[in-house]
T-cell receptor
Framework: DAGITQSPRHKVTETGTPVTLRCHQT?????MYWYRQDPGHGLRLIHY???????DKGEVSDGYSVSRSKTEDFLLTLESATSSQTSVYFC?????????????FGPGTRLTVL | GENVEQHPSTLSVQEGDSAVIKCTYS??????FPWYKQELGKRPQLIID?????GEKKDQRIAVTLNKTAKHFSLHITETQPEDSAVYFC????????????FGTGTRLLVSP
């Protein structure tokens, strides 16, 4: 597995509380992504980053924000968690460029919002 | 934006049979089409990918075909084995770049001994 970790791996929280998930890579890859995985929906892109301080929205970005202050770390924040954000969250990285498209996924974080 | 549809949602085969999973996409600018395999409780992992300038690609027992005119691509697994049992996701790049992907909803493949 590529050098990519996520923390925490499991979290239970209550509606209305802020939550931050961390993705850390040791590969020095340019691109980092946050996806959520829900039954019947596959993997849906929340936000992605194409460099330090460079981020953009994905298809399901409402209610989420991200930050990338260092190449190796990409944070996903739920400002005020809702039950609809209960999901498994995957971080992914890719090197970028024409020949380096593969996205490597982290182990995932299971988030439950009560 | 891009929309990717994947069929079937579940597929059961006997060991040794072939399995075919099909995907369609909507954005004619898409040019990169990867397939990921996800075993139960694990992370998705790339098994094969194809770019728009190629019509077919093979890697041992797996192959992918692409029809850009019809906007569909397929995964073919031959001589299936129980360890092929997993959920398979297709994806298509959004727009002309390679970095943003839109995933299909997945196919659960069950290979029975």
């Amino acid at each position: 597995d590529a050098g990519i970790t996520q923390s925490p791996r499991h979290k239970v929280t209550e509606t209305g509380t802020p939550v931050t998930l961390r993705c850390h890579q040791t590969e020095n890859h340019r691109y980092m992504y946050w996806y959520r995985q829900d039954p019947g929906h596959g993997l849906r892109l929340i936000h992605y980053s194409y460099g330090v301080k460079d981020t953009d929205k994905g298809e399901v970005s409402d209610g989420y924000s991200v930050s990338r202050s260092k190449t190796e770390d990409f944070l996903l924040t739920l400002e005020s968690a809702t039950s609809s954000q209960t999901s498994v969250y995957f971080c992914a990285i890719s090197e970028g460029g024409y020949s380096y498209n593969e996205q490597f996924f982290g182990p995932g974080t299971r988030l439950t919002v009560l | 934006g891009e929309n990717v549809e994947q069929h079937p949602s579940t597929l059961s085969v006997q060991e040794g049979d072939s399995a075919v999973i099909k995907c369609t996409y909507s954005d004619s600018a898409s040019n990169y089409f990867p397939w990921y395999k996800q075993e139960l409780g694990k992370r998705p992992q790339l098994i094969i990918d194809i770019r728009s300038n190629v019509g077919e690609k093979k890697d041992q027992r797996i192959a992918v075909t692409l029809n850009k005119t019809a906007k569909h691509f397929s995964l073919h697994i031959t001589e299936t084995q129980p360890e092929d049992s997993a959920v398979y996701f297709c994806a298509a790049s959004q727009g002309e770049g390679f970095q943003k992907l839109v995933f299909g909803t997945g196919t659960r493949l069950l290979v029975s001994p």
